[in-house]
C-alpha cells in the first residue's frame, strides 16, 4: 500500500480562495492536499480574508499566501502568468458567483480572476453560494459557458445552506474535493485539459 503522505509528491497545486462563508472548509483542503505530499500555493482575494486570515494558510502550507496584483513575493515576474506556468492545477474554493460571473465574462480585477484569464494550467471551479444565487439563470448561463469552454466543476452538493435554507448550493465535501483532484493528478486519463497554453509535462 503507497505511503498516502507520497501520493501527490511533486504535484504543485494552486488553492484559489474567494469570498464566501465556505471559505473556512478552504483551510481543511489545503491542509490535506499538503498532507498527500502536494505543494500548495494560496492566493486569495480581499473578500475571502473578511472569512479567513492569509496566516491560517500560510500555517498550513508553509509558503506566502498571495493577496494582491502588485504584491510579488517572490518573483520579479508577474505573479498571476508565472505561478500558474508552474502549477499542475488550479482549485477554486470555494468558487462564488461573483467569481464565475467574473471568468465568463473575461473581466481580471483581482488577483484570482488574472491567473485563471492567464493560467497555463487546468482550472477545476467548486462552486458555493446561496441556492437561489446558484438557480439563478444568469449564474447558470454563466456556469454552462464555462464549462462548454472546457473549465472543470466539482460541486455544488445539496444541503444545509449558511443562509439557513435548504437546497443546491454547499460547496462539495473536502475529502470529496481531495479525492477528486487526486484522481486528476495521478490518472492521466483524468486531467482536465488547461483552457490555453502548454499542458505541464507527465511526470511520474
Request: with cysteine; aromatic share 4%; glycine share 6%.
Amino acid at each position: 500500500m503507497s505511503d498516502p503522505s507520497t501520493i501527490l509528491k511533486g504535484r504543485e497545486i494552486i488553492l484559489a480562495i474567494c469570498g464566501g462563508i465556505a471559505a473556512y472548509k478552504s483551510a481543511d483542503i489545503c491542509s490535506k492536499l499538503v498532507q498527500r505530499g502536494a505543494g500548495v500555493t494560496v492566493a486569495m482575494t480581499r473578500d475571502a480574508e473578511k472569512f479567513i486570515t492569509p496566516l491560517t494558510f500560510q500555517a498550513l502550507s508553509a509558503r506566502p499566501v498571495h493577496t494582491d496584483i502588485f504584491n510579488l513575493l517572490d518573483s520579479s515576474d508577474p505573479q498571476h502568468i508565472s505561478l500558474t506556468e508552474r502549477a499542475d492545477l488550479m482549485l477554486v474554493a470555494p468558487a462564488t458567483a461573483n467569481m464565475l460571473a467574473k471568468v465568463a465574462h473575461g473581466l481580471c480585477d483581482d488577483l484570482i480572476s488574472l491567473m485563471i484569464s492567464a493560467a497555463a494550467c487546468p482550472v477545476v471551479f467548486c462552486p458555493s453560494m446561496n441556492n437561489r444565487m446558484w438557480d439563478n439563470p444568469v449564474n447558470q448561463e454563466n456556469v454552462t459557458k464555462l464549462q462548454n469552454l472546457g473549465y472543470t466543476f466539482l460541486g455544488p452538493d445539496s444541503g444545509w445552506l449558511a443562509c439557513r435554507n435548504v437546497g443546491a448550493g454547499r460547496l462539495s465535501d473536502p475529502q470529496s474535493i481531495i479525492d477528486e483532484v487526486t484522481k486528476m493528478l495521478t490518472d492521466p486519463a483524468a486531467i482536465p485539459k488547461p483552457i490555453q497554453g502548454v499542458p505541464r509535462p507527465s511526470r511520474p
